[in-house]
C-alpha cells in the first residue's frame, strides 16, 4: 500500500455505538495519525473512515470496524500501535495470512524507530521453532517487536496467555472478526474464547476487524468480544466496479464445459486476467486446474490438503503475476492484497451470501472493472447444506456437562482435554455452547466452572442441544438468501446490498439481470415502518432486524429463525410484525 492505506474510495463512514448512531468529531489525533502513518509506513494519505476508527482507538474506545475487502483495515491497528505503550497483538486465523501482514509491515514500514529498523513484528504459530519463539518473546519484552500475531488456537494455553499478560498489552486486535459469531458465515469455536483472554489481559482497546458483518453478526461480535464504550465505523458494501452475473445450468455437465470454455476465455485475454476460480472441493480443485492447464494458461490449484510449500509457492506466484487463474477452495485469497484481480468465479455455490460477497471482493480492488460470475446449478445447493450443517456434538456436550458440573473446583481446558475423550473441536464448540445457555462460565484464569449447582447436566444439554438447532436452521436460512440471489429475475445488486442491510433502488446497471432490460430503478418503497436496520417483532419467530424492503416484500432476520422474506400485503394485511421503538 506504498503511497495511500487504502483502495478506491467508498461513502463516508457512519461511526458510532449503533450504525448512524454516532457522529465522528474532528479528530484531536489526525496530525499524529497522518504523521506516523506518512514517516513510518510511506502512507501519504488516510481515509475518513481510516481515521476516524484510529482516533476512536487513541480516545480509548474498542472499536468495530466493517470495511470492504481492500479498503486498508491492517492500517487502523498498525498506525495506533507504534502511538501506544505496549505490544499490539494480532488474532489471525491462518498461518498464510499472519505471513503476508508481517511481510506488508515490514515492506510499508519505510521509516524507522530510530535505530535504522522498520517497526518489527513477530509471530508465534506451529511452523516456528523452539528457538524462534523464544527469539520473539525476546524480542516483545526488549520493545524490538511491537505487533504479535497469533492464531486463537494459540490463545486457548494458558501458560501463553500468562507470558502475554506481563507484557502489558496495550491493543487486541481480532481479524476476521465475523468468526467470532455463530450467525456470522465463518463461525470457528476457538474465537469465542477471545473474550477471556481480553479480560485476562486486562482489557487493552480492542479492534475488531471485518469485511462481512451484517447487523446481527455485528451486534453478536460485539457481546461476544465483551467490548465496552465501543464505537462501530462501517461503510458502505456497495462495490459498483464490480459486474455482477449468474450462469444456470440443469445439469453437471453443461456446468462444467460452461466453467471450463468461459474462464479459458477470461484468463486467457491479457484485458481480463488474472481472476480466480472457486470450487466447492479438493477434487474438483485439482479437475479444474488440469483442464485450464490443458487449455494452455498458467493455472495452479490450492487447497488446504496440499503441502504447505506449496501453498506458498502458488501464493506468490499470484501475487508477482506468473499465473493467469488460480483454482481453489475458499482456503485461498483471505488477506490477499492483489489489486488487479480481474475476475472472481464460483464452480459451486459457497455457504451463504456473506462468504460470496468476501470471496468477490478479492476482484477490482483497484477500482477497475471487474467480472463476477456464479455458476448455479440448483442441485449444488443440497450439497452446500450438507457440508454446512453438522448435528449438536450430544456425546462432547453430555460429557463437559457431567465433568464440570460434578467438580467442586473449576476445571481447566487441558484437563477437560485429558477427561472428555472427544476431538478438541467437539469439546470447544461443547462448552461454547454451553456457556451460551449459562451453564458454565470462565474464570479470570481461564478455568470452567459450573454456573448453578441446581441445574441437572442433563436439563442443561438440551438448552444447548436447541441453541445448536437453532444455529443450523440460520445456516439453512442463508442458503436460502443464495438461492434467492442466484435465481433473482431484478438487479441481483439490489438483493446483495438488500443481504447486508443497505437499501439500493436497482437498476445498477452492472448486473446480468440489468444489462438484459429485467431490471429498472425504482422508487423507494413506501415502508417507512419497516426501514432497513429497524427493529420489529413478529408474532411467532419473535424479534428480527429488517435488512431490505422492496416495493412488494420484505426481508427480515430473526434471532430464531434466521432469514425470512415476506410479502408486504401479507404482513399488513395480518399484522404479523411489529415495529419496536428504538
Request: charged fraction near 25%; glycine fraction near 8%; include cysteine.
Amino acid at each position: 500500500m506504498r503511497g495511500t492505506a487504502a483502495g478506491a474510495r467508498s461513502e463516508r463512514p457512519e461511526v458510532g455505538p449503533h450504525r448512524g448512531g454516532y457522529h465522528r468529531r474532528v479528530p484531536d489525533h489526525t496530525a499524529e495519525l497522518r504523521a506516523t502513518a506518512r514517516e513510518r509506513f510511506g502512507w501519504t494519505e488516510l481515509r475518513d473512515e481510516q481515521l476516524a476508527a484510529m482516533e476512536a482507538v487513541m480516545t480509548g474506545h474498542d472499536v468495530l470496524v466493517v470495511l470492504p475487502t481492500g479498503a486498508g483495515k491492517s492500517a487502523i491497528y498498525q498506525v495506533p500501535a507504534l502511538l501506544l505503550d505496549g505490544p499490539t497483538v494480532v488474532v489471525s486465523p491462518l498461518i498464510a495470512l499472519q505471513h503476508d501482514q508481517i511481510e506488508a509491515i515490514g515492506a510499508a514500514g519505510g521509516g524507522t524507530d530510530g535505530t535504522g529498523t522498520a517497526p518489527g513484528a513477530v509471530a508465534i504459530n506451529s511452523t516456528r521453532s523452539e528457538r524462534e519463539t523464544e527469539q520473539a518473546w525476546q524480542a516483545l519484552r526488549d520493545g524490538d517487536a511491537r505487533y504479535l500475531f497469533l492464531s486463537p488456537e494459540q490463545l486457548a494455553k494458558e501458560d501463553l496467555v500468562g507470558e502475554l499478560a506481563e507484557l502489558g498489552v496495550s491493543l487486541f486486535v481480532v481479524d476476521e472478526a465475523h468468526c467470532v459469531s455463530d450467525w456470522g458465515h465463518d463461525f470457528r469455536p476457538d474465537y469465542r474464547r477471545l473474550h477471556t483472554v481480553i479480560e485476562r489481559l486486562g482489557h487493552p482497546r480492542v479492534v475488531a476487524l471485518t469485511a462481512t458483518a451484517t447487523v446481527p453478526v455485528r451486534r453478536d461480535v460485539v457481546t461476544r468480544l465483551g467490548l465496552r464504550d465501543h464505537r462501530e465505523v462501517v461503510t458502505g458494501f456497495d462495490r459498483s466496479n464490480l459486474r455482477l452475473g449468474v450462469d444456470r445450468f440443469t445439469t453437471d455437465e453443461d456446468k462444467r464445459r460452461a466453467v471450463v470454455d468461459r474462464i479459458t476465455a477470461l484468463a486467457g485475454d491479457p484485458a481480463t486476467r488474472p481472476g480466480l476460480l472457486y470450487t466447492a472441493s479438493r477434487r474438483q480443485t485439482e479437475e479444474y486446474a488440469d483442464e485450464l492447464a490443458a487449455r494452455g494458461l498458467r493455472t495452479a490449484g490450492y487447497h488446504a490438503g496440499m503441502p504447505a510449500a506449496r501453498r506458498a509457492e502458488v501464493h506468490q506466484a499470484f501475487l508477482a503475476g506468473e499465473l493467469d487463474t488460480v483454482v481453489a477452495t475458499s482456503a485461498f485469497g483471505m488477506g490477499i492484497d492483489k489489486p488487479d484481480v480481474r475476475f472472481v468465479a464460483h464452480a459451486a455455490v459457497p455457504d451463504s451470501l456473506d462468504s460470496y460477497y468476501q470471496q468477490i471482493g478479492r476482484a477490482g480492488r483497484d477500482g477497475e472493472s471487474a467480472a463476477v460470475v456464479l455458476f448455479y446449478r440448483p442441485e449444488d445447493l443440497a450439497l452446500q447444506n450438507f457440508l454446512t450443517t453438522s448435528k449438536p456434538p450430544e456425546r462432547a456436550l453430555t460429557a463437559v456437562a457431567e465433568l464440570v458440573a460434578a467438580r467442586d473446583e473449576p476445571i481447566t481446558t487441558a484437563e477437560l482435554g485429558d477427561h472428555v475423550d472427544t476431538s478438541a473441536e467437539q469439546r470447544t464448540r461443547a462448552v461454547n455452547l454451553l456457556e451460551q445457555v449459562d451453564a458454565i462460565t470462565t474464570t479470570a484464569a481461564g478455568a470452567l466452572r459450573w454456573t448453578d449447582p441446581g441445574l441437572p447436566p442433563a436439563k442443561a444439554v438440551l438448552r444447548a442441544t436447541e441453541l445448536a438447532e437453532a444455529h443450523q436452521e440460520f445456516a439453512s436460512s442463508r442458503l436460502d438468501m443464495l438461492r434467492g440471489y442466484a435465481e433473482a429475475t431484478g438487479c441481483r445488486r439490489q438483493y446483495l446490498l438488500g443481504y447486508f442491510g443497505e437499501q439500493h433502488d436497482g437498476g445498477c446497471g452492472a448486473c446480468d439481470n440489468c444489462a438484459a432490460g429485467a431490471a429498472e430503478r425504482s422508487d423507494p418503497p413506501a415502508a417507512d415502518d419497516f426501514a432497513p436496520q429497524s427493529q420489529v417483532r413478529h408474532r411467532e419467530w419473535g424479534g428480527g432486524t429488517v435488512m431490505s424492503v422492496e416495493h412488494d416484500r420484505v426481508t427480515v432476520v430473526f434471532d430464531t429463525v434466521g432469514y425470512k422474506t415476506l410479502s408486504l400485503a401479507t404482513v399488513r394485511d395480518n399484522d404479523l410484525l411489529t415495529a419496536v421503538p428504538d
